[in-house]
């Protein structure tokens, strides 16, 4: 069976520190991968997805970026974080036409 | 585009009582649907979709939905609901075409069953 994981789980850093968030999925190939952000516990953003390796759509111009080194592999990235990057991360995986299935998620503090 | 609309921000039901969650949505074609449920500090489950075939779709945890084509929606329901049932849940739509098989969330809707 599938899984996906997310790490960490939980993240407090200050204003101006670099980020890197990870995303693993086992259990399946060339996955469909995205990059959501949650804030104050509502909608979902779609920031970023990837078709494959080193493909990466953006779908929001921000202060983030994502790569995908490895097939089953997820990397979320910032150089400097705002306040404004703080919320909830969540990653997910999905095989062709079919549902998208999400990691525990990061809950991400800026202070 | 596609796009998704929950109208109510929270629905409030008694233990027992029918649970309906209502999902409206915008698709230039066909559209996938599916509801998800997310309890606190957790991610997103799926609950159950929309692809083709009968309109009235069986999902997890005593859960359906119907997709209504004229109407544009796929509402959630539960014939009898749970205190376990409180949560906040997601209704997305893709386009069959869309690029990298995206998703369009809607706003959410808290559930809150109360004994």
């Known amino acids: 069976s599938q899984t996906i994981h997310q790490w960490p789980a939980t993240l407090v850093q200050p204003v101006g520190s670099p980020l890197s968030l990870e995303c693993t999925v086992e259990?399946?190939?060339?996955?469909?991968l995205y990059w959501y952000r949650q804030a104050a516990g509502r909608g979902l953003q779609l920031l970023f997805y990837?078709?494959?390796?080193?493909?990466i759509s953006s779908e929001v111009p921000q202060n983030l970026s994502a790569s995908r080194p490895q097939d089953r592999q997820f990397i979320l990235s910032s150089k400097k974080l705002l306040l404004s990057d703080s919320g909830f991360y969540l990653c997910?995986?999905?095989?062709?036409?079919?549902?998208?299935?999400f990691g525990p998620g990061t809950r991400l503090l800026v202070l | 585009a596609q796009s998704v609309a929950q109208p109510e921000d929270q629905v409030n039901v008694a233990e027992g009582n029918p649970l309906t969650v209502k999902c409206t949505y915008s698709?230039?074609?066909?559209?996938?649907l599916f509801w998800y449920v997310q309890y606190p500090n957790r991610g997103l489950q799926f609950l159950l979709k929309?692809?083709?075939?009968?309109?009235l779709v069986k999902g997890s945890y005593g859960f359906e939905a119907e997709f209504n084509k004229s109407q544009t929606s796929f509402h959630l329901k539960k014939p009898s609901a749970l205190v376990s049932d409180s949560a906040l849940y997601f209704c997305?739509?893709?386009?069959?075409?869309?690029?990298?098989?995206?998703?369009?969330f809607g706003g959410g809707t808290r559930v809150l069953v109360k004994p």
């Open positions: 997910a995986w999905g095989a062709g036409k079919e549902t998208q299935y």
């Open positions: 259990g399946t190939s060339n996955p469909n």
């Open positions: 990837s078709v494959g390796i080193g493909q």
């Open positions: 698709v230039s074609g066909n559209p996938y």
């Open positions: 929309y692809i083709t075939g009968d309109n």
């Open positions: 997305a739509v893709r386009d069959r075409k869309a690029a990298g098989n995206k998703l369009t």
